[in-house]
């Protein structure tokens, strides 16, 4: 299940190197997580499955479940807990049946209110809105109307996080919105040490 509905979703560039990855990570598992992603950056030489694994390892034992974007192929053969979708998977009923396991999903929603509706009637664990604000790791996504995530709050009935160009100093921005949480890259993983990026983050998102 998702942690702490109310918290922060981390998402980690695994083509950072190994060793740096993996000790800002145990870095941030200091803190309380909602959920970590391992974007799919990965690099060509890469041991994906070894990666993932040793990812998985860190997380589970702070109870903390861990997604892959889009490779849901992963899913079979390591220790994750669910997959994170950039766009509606094609044949999402086939999918399921092909993975072969129970498991947690969630979906990038832009101002497409069919995606929404989508991510409902599928009841996927969670959607993520990208991007609330400019931001340099999400380039490829569109800025997010307010009134979209509003009308998303009225109808889909699990967590919803937001995404993208987040910083603390700009939480209280969102202040008239119904979300659960904040997906973060840079803010957190850019930063010597994590644990306190996340307390900077946590400080403002408790006060919303």
Known sequence: MMNNKAGIYLVID????????????SSALKEK??????????????????????????????????????RYDLLSNTNLD?????????????LKVKIGKPFLS???????????????????????????????????CDLVEFETIQKASETFTNSIFLAGGIKPENIEKLSSLKYNGVAVVSGIMSSDTPDLAIKQYQEKLNRK
């Not at 832009?110 to 009841?123: G, M, P, Q, T, V």
């Open 106 to 140: 969630g979906l990038t929603c832009n101002n497409d209110l069919e995606w929404i509706r989508w991510a409902n009637e599928n009841k996927l664990d969670y959607i993520s809105f990208c991007s609330i604000f400019p931001s340099s790791t999400a380039i490829s």
């Open 33 to 70: 997580l909602a959920a970590v992603q391992i974007w799919d950056n990965f690099n060509e030489e890469q041991n994906i499955p070894d990666l993932v694994q040793k990812v998985c390892e860190l997380c589970h034992a702070k109870k903390v479940p861990v997604f892959i974007n889009n």
């Open 82 to 94: 669910g997959v994170h979708f950039d766009e509606i998977p094609e044949n999402y009923s086939e």
């Open 14 to 25: 695994p083509s950072m190197e190994e060793g740096l990855l993996l000790s800002k990570l």
